[in-house]
């Protein structure tokens, strides 16, 4: 793990509000943002799959997705022809450490720097359960940089998790779903 820079934490505020907003549909509150070279924001993104029934709306693709979008929209205005799909010189801001699947799609949109929050020991993929981002055996490895305002991350997750068991939401209504949300 690399030290974080003193614009990390500005960037996980960033995510920090993304989550926020999954708390409105009942998602797991995950967020994410992607960092330009410019140190503008290229894409963000929230969980979504309680809210869209997809099981690949999590922050980090959705926030990949924009990010390539914008890329690809940022290209065809001067005159490009840029895919947009390799995110060279970005960075993803997350509040919890990528799982797998996210991890995959750091690696495959070639995003050379993570910033993460909490850490995911159940199934995190950037150094606590697996460690794809820096699989020396793939084609792209990864700096991460961990425990970035941690504890603000952890205590959204474990204020979340502490209301579903008890079967109310964030408003402290009882909640007529009993649907099961995990990392």
Not at 152 to 158: I, K, M, P, S, T
Request: net charge negative; charged share 25%.
């Amino acid at each position: 793990m690399v030290p974080a820079e003193k614009e990390h934490g500005e960037w996980m505020g960033l995510a920090l509000n993304e989550a926020r907003r999954a708390l409105d549909t009942e998602d797991v509150p995950i967020g994410a943002v992607v960092i330009g070279p410019d140190g503008g924001v290229l894409g963000s993104g929230r969980n979504q799959r309680e809210e869209l029934g997809d099981p690949t709306a999590h922050a980090e693709v959705v926030a990949i997705r924009e990010a390539a979008e914008r890329l690809r929209e940022l290209s065809k205005l001067g005159g490009g022809t840029d895919d947009g799909w390799r995110l060279a010189d970005c960075t993803l801001v997350v509040t919890l450490e990528p799982c797998a699947m996210c991890a995959g799609a750091v690696v495959l949109a070639r995003i050379p720097r993570v910033v993460f929050g909490a850490w995911d020991e159940k199934a995190g993929a950037a150094g606590s359960v697996f460690d794809v981002l820096r699989e020396r055996r793939l084609n792209h490895w990864v700096e991460v940089y961990a425990g970035v305002r941690e504890e603000e991350c952890g205590a959204l997750l474990r204020d979340f998790f502490a209301a579903h068991r008890t079967g109310t939401n964030r408003t402290g209504t009882n909640r007529t779903s009993t649907h099961r949300s995990g990392l």
